[in-house]
């Protein structure tokens, strides 16, 4: 990745379109760096001609005219922010200007003409975490929150941004910077065989730090599935109507849908988002055994998927499904209907071509059931509802929780030094191999908030920001 | 259409995101009407604790947090907008907030539970007309210069928006006005038969005011090409390579396409913006003569779409074309070769397989050809000067073009009333009856820029415009 480094990267000033692409009545361009205010000088010509830019206000608007050759380009508002009171640190500039394509591409190249530098995705917020506006988990949220489309991610992002995760590793850091400054006292003075720390306290702060570790950890399974939706499976032999369903669903929820790009051909996500909380449904291929290569694949896959679920919705046509083939279903689910982790939902579709209700299977599978006919959209509401209601455990009041699998792996590795830690204690290891493994725990933590990075790190985490931010 | 007439509007506090939709790094949500700032009160925290509202600066951006429901939506920058000193005139409220879908959604749907109404299509521009920050032509333009993509349309609707276009037709009613009131001081004195105004100098004065409008009238057939795109048909038996020839030019100019909606099923357009200048190409059905009534219709929309365009581009493939039957498509197309106001180009593709360039056809038949290969992208370049060398005469100084359909009826009717009023001095008709008239024409001017409208008119024009401007 041919990204260019901190010091390059301060020295030019960078400019992009900062809202979504397309049309609108107003678009945002923002330019930061040392020469914003001069490049900007250079196009704008303010309708108040008594206005001096040495004079220009920080954070006031402005109003006047983007010049392209002699002819006015657009009319504009203009905002200065003056270093260090702007979201990068830096001297900014921020232009609205309307929001049509012709003048946001053109606005962008004039500005390029006048000395800036087209920014890297996720530039300005690295930027800010460089200038110390804030530490590295922070600025891995801002992306999240701008991707957020539900109420819970939103609410992960957020509580991320305002440093609420950040507080708890540094929390848990200087507990361990503590434990670190004891060891090595103890470490200087090992000629003479003198044991400062209390062992037994230390062990007992050990605990502590793998249980707050491990609760971290194990948050993770909440927050992937909250950041990246709510694996739902549905499953059921073919033609028993999982489209209809699936867009049913849709319907009923006046939901909002977006499809996920790269997902494999046979295996097509939609995520809906119910209530605050977004589910990724996952429409597998059908079920049938098959002794073609090719099928068998597609059939392993959708195993795959269903062991990836947090929630498997098994539909079965209504009209022509009979107690004995069902209890085939609850034989071959057996392992997943008994998983405490999953959720395994029989959808009864097809109602309306029955006579009466088939409640007594409910009771024969001993099943949790839904009964609906998804052509005629009837009891749709009622399988949302029973979605909603399995996921209420991923509802967050505002404990920390992981949502990043960078944290998620620096945590697990911080965990394990830890262990490594404490088998040393055990094994009365040498106190300059246990500090060696105090001082990797230490790092992996510092990793997260960016006590230490490097630019590799920086250019995974920053590449993946859209450009603009 | 059931739109909220001025009165009923400017009671109401409005608001709407501004930006385009979608995700982006930063959106921003508008607020206009009296509400304005106690809406924003209500949901805004300022970061600085010592802000008051009441001693909030106009034009300042102030940095604090949207609260939902006690916990925090997002950090965001608000900036207010004093009236009469805002886009609309009237007090108006700006928020600039993380452009996640989550983010914006909430963010309005806050406004609108705390007292705002969510704005027409159109309706800050449609306020800041009826508050008198701009003409109706002036307003018109604000629209054009959002949808514009190239260049030439991006002048028009600029040049429109600053009041050119508002300027001439303010100089026409001045004249017209002086006009009309030596008329009526005629009329005022008509029983004693005394003619006040030089009748030789009304004459001149007719023929003037005449060839004027007659030139904005005529301008509007470079405007409406500029705005909607310049027509260009793809015409052609087939398998000549029409679609192949399309996408090579595509590719030729990293050129911007755009799909329109609504087009038949056998006529798809594509524009593509050269130079500055769109092209709207209208791939046509084929041109075989069919006793089959279906394709009949589709080879009559051929024609029709034919008639419409401003470029012909015939088709032909060079590894089967003879001069023979070139010379049919001579015949066959004689009228609009001969059309002044068309330009007919003979595209000949498929040069690749030819062994040496058939540079005689040209001369053959006296048309203007470019041969090219559209597979091996080989000329293409030569296609793309060609096109753009015929549309130079639509290439604009400042001169005011009219580019509204709707201004170019009111024109056509001022220009018929204007004619009115000469025949009616050649035939020597009372006074009053020429005044009514003149009359007329004022009333048409007027029309334009707004003098006279009624809530019909501002429903039609304002109605066309997106949400948020």
């Not at 699998?405 to 965990?415: G, M």
């Amino acid at each position: 990745m041919n990204k260019p480094g901190p010091d390059t990267m301060n020295n030019d000033t960078i400019c992009a379109l900062s809202t979504p692409s397309g049309t609108g009545a107003i678009a945002v361009v923002r330019i930061s760096g040392k020469e914003s205010l001069a490049i900007a000088r250079g196009l704008f010509h303010p309708a108040n001609k008594q206005l001096s830019f040495e004079t220009m206000e920080s954070h006031r608007q402005y109003y006047g005219e983007i010049r392209d050759d002699g002819k006015v380009l657009d009319e504009v508002l203009l905002c200065y922010f003056k270093a260090p009171h702007s979201y990068t640190g830096e001297d900014s500039v921020e232009i609205s200007c309307h929001g049509s394509e012709y003048v946001q591409r053109r606005l962008v190249e004039l500005l390029l003409a006048n000395g800036c530098r087209l920014a890297e995705p996720g530039e300005y917020t690295m930027r800010a975490f460089l200038n110390g506006k804030m530490d590295l988990s922070q600025a891995e949220a801002v992306a999240d929150l701008i991707a957020s489309e539900s109420k819970t991610a939103h609410r992960l992002a957020i509580n991320q941004m305002r440093g609420g995760f950040s507080k708890k590793i540094a929390e848990l850091r200087a507990q361990l910077l503590d434990f670190v400054s004891l060891i090595e006292l103890e470490l200087d003075f090992s000629e003479e065989d003198v044991e400062f720390a209390d062992r037994t306290k230390l062990y007992q702060l050990l605990t502590e730090l793998k249980q707050e570790l491990a609760g971290l950890i194990n948050s993770f399974r909440y927050g992937n599935v909250i950041k990246q939706g709510i694996p739902v499976a549905i499953i059921g032999k073919p033609n028993v109507g999982k489209s209809t369903l699936l867009n049913a669903l849709l319907n009923e929820e006046k939901a909002i849908v977006s499809d996920i790009p790269g997902t494999t051909r046979d295996s097509i996500e939609d995520t809906i988002v119910i209530e605050g909380y977004r589910f990724r449904f996952v429409d597998t291929a059908g079920l049938r055994r098959s002794e073609d290569h090719i099928e068998s694949l597609g059939i392993e896959r959708t195993y795959e998927k269903i062991r990836q679920a947090a929630i498997i919705l098994y539909i079965c046509d209504m009209g022509s499904a009979d107690p004995e083939s069902l209890e085939d279903v609850l034989n071959e689910f057996r392992n997943y209907i008994q998983d405490k982790d999953k959720h395994f939902i029989l959808v009864g579709n097809k109602i309306d071509l029955l006579a009466e209700a088939p409640a007594h299977l409910q009771e024969i599978l001993e099943l949790e059931t839904v009964f609906v006919s998804a052509k005629r959209k009837e009891n749709i509401h009622l399988l949302a509802e029973t979605l909603v209601s399995k996921v209420k455990e991923y509802s967050l009041s505002d404990q920390v929780v992981v949502s990043s699998s960078r944290h998620f792996e620096a945590l697990n590795k911080a965990f394990e030094a830890i262990e490594q830690v404490e088998e040393g204690f055990k094994q009365d290891l040498p106190t300059d191999l246990i500090a060696t493994d105090l001082r990797q725990a230490l790092h992996h933590l510092g990793s997260i908030t960016g006590e230490v990075t490097t630019d590799e790190i920086l250019g995974n985490i920053f590449g993946k920001f859209c450009i603009g931010k």
